[in-house]
Every structure is written in structure tokens, then in C-alpha cells.
């Protein structure tokens, strides 16, 4: 499976909403998507599990959707901490991650 | 709180093994879950490179198969990866994580990691 990501970067200020897509090469039965956020120097941190679940302790600004071979992350509004790295991931793919900058 | 952090050299000469170690703490690796390995090559995106479970079950990325090696001890509660001719396309920040699951089959995520290491391969 290979994952791809768009935008390759996302330009925004702080308050617009940031829509990611990732797409699946394929689509595989019972397939969920995860989603990681990383700052530079840090780990990846899990926001998004099984498509749509929030991780412990992420904001409802974040949010997950999708099916088959289409899925999207959705920040509502976001927050001057948001301006991050974001992969997708399935199975053992991820993908090759959208940059979200300041405008 | 479960808390990774891995150890090993910084530094590996080319066609040499890099050794890594995951001390787990806060949480007993025979307890249950798999255990992984995943790389950043600096710059660039993540890369899954091996999960193992406390029995010894082992998964491998196909692309490393071959020069890859996963081993845990429950009795010092960490894990370990070996990659063996090493070349500069193996510099990386190589992170160990947890894996969870959700659904069924299981999908896989990675829920605790540790802070990283940077490995850098040059003579």
C-alpha cells in the first residue's frame, strides 16, 4: 500500500481550518487510518487512531474522517501549536506527511 | 506513564551492525502489546522497520528483511534492533514505539515513542 499525502504544505493563519487528505493506493477491508503530528526535534505524537478516534488528551479542534481509500484530518480551527508535520499511516505505510505553516 | 528511550552509538562505520535499545519503563513489555522500530532519515518521512511481541514474534518491513534483527528481554524489560551493512542511506533518527491496535483485523498504531536517536553512518 502506498499512502499520499496533499498538500505537500498548507499555508494558513492561526483560526482558519486546515483539511489534510491522505489517499491509499488501494483500498483494504476493515482498513482504518492513523494520524501522528511532529514538531521539529520531537517524536510523532498519535492524534487521530481507527479513522476517526481521537488519542488520549488531543483537542476536539482535531478531527478524522474517511473510508476505502480516501481520509482526511481536519483541524476546525487552528491554534499557533498546530503548525506541524502531519503523516498518515496504515498498517506499516505511512505516508510522506503534509507541512501545515504560518501564513 | 510508559516511557521509551532508546540507547546505542551515534555514530556506525559503513558496512558495519547498528545496535539500538529500548528501556520501557512504566509499563511490563510481558505484559502484552508489540514493541517497534521505526526511522526518520533526516529531513525526510517515517519509515516502520520491525515490531516484535514478548513471545518472540517478529514482523519485518520487506525492504530490510534481510539485514534486520528484533530481539526483546522481558528480563530487563527493553528491546533491541539490529541492522546489519549498514550504508549512509541508514542515517537516520531511529525511534522505538508501542503498537496498539484497533479493529478487526487489527490496524495498527503506534502510541508511546521515545525521543529518538540519531544515527549517523560515515567512516
Known amino acids: 500500500i502506498v499512502l499520499t499525502q496533499s498538500p505537500g504544505t498548507l499555508s494558513l493563519s492561526p483560526g482558519e481550518r486546515a483539511t489534510l487528505s491522505c489517499r491509499a493506493s488501494?483500498?483494504?477491508?476493515?482498513?482504518?487510518l492513523v494520524w501522528y503530528q511532529q514538531k521539529p526535534g520531537q517524536a510523532p505524537r498519535l492524534l487521530i487512531y481507527?479513522?476517526?478516534n481521537r488519542a488520549t488528551g488531543i483537542p476536539d479542534r482535531f478531527s478524522g474522517s474517511g473510508s476505502g481509500t480516501d481520509f482526511t484530518l481536519t483541524i476546525s480551527r487552528l491554534e499557533p501549536e498546530d503548525f506541524a508535520v502531519y503523516y498518515c499511516q496504515q498498517y506499516g505505510t505511512f505516508g510522506q506527511g503534509t507541512k501545515v505553516e504560518m501564513k | 506513564q510508559v516511557k521509551l528511550q532508546e540507547s546505542g552509538p551515534g555514530l556506525v562505520k559503513p558496512s558495519e551492525t547498528l545496535s539500538l535499545t529500548c528501556a520501557v519503563s512504566?509499563?511490563?513489555?510481558?505484559?502484552?502489546?508489540?514493541w517497534a522500530w521505526i526511522r526518520q532519515p533526516p529531513g525526510k518521512g517515517l519509515e516502520w522497520i520491525a515490531t516484535i511481541y514478548h513471545s518472540g514474534n517478529t514482523y519485518y518491513n520487506p525492504s530490510l528483511n534481510s539485514r534486520v534483527t528484533i530481539s526483546v528481554d522481558t528480563s530487563k524489560n527493553q528491546f533491541s534492533l539490529n541492522l546489519s551493512s549498514v550504508t549512509a542511506a541508514d542515517t537516520a533518527v531511529y525511534y522505538c514505539?508501542?503498537?496498539?491496535?484497533?479493529?478487526?483485523?487489527?490496524?495498527?498504531?503506534?502510541?508511546?515513542w521515545g525521543q529518538g536517536t540519531l544515527v549517523t553512518v560515515s567512516s
Open positions: 514505539a508501542r503498537r496498539s491496535t484497533s479493529g478487526e483485523p487489527p490496524n495498527p498504531f503506534f502510541d508511546y
Open positions: 512504566g509499563y511490563s513489555i510481558s505484559s502484552g502489546y508489540y
Open positions: 481507527a479513522t476517526s
Open positions: 488501494q483500498s483494504v477491508a476493515n482498513s482504518y
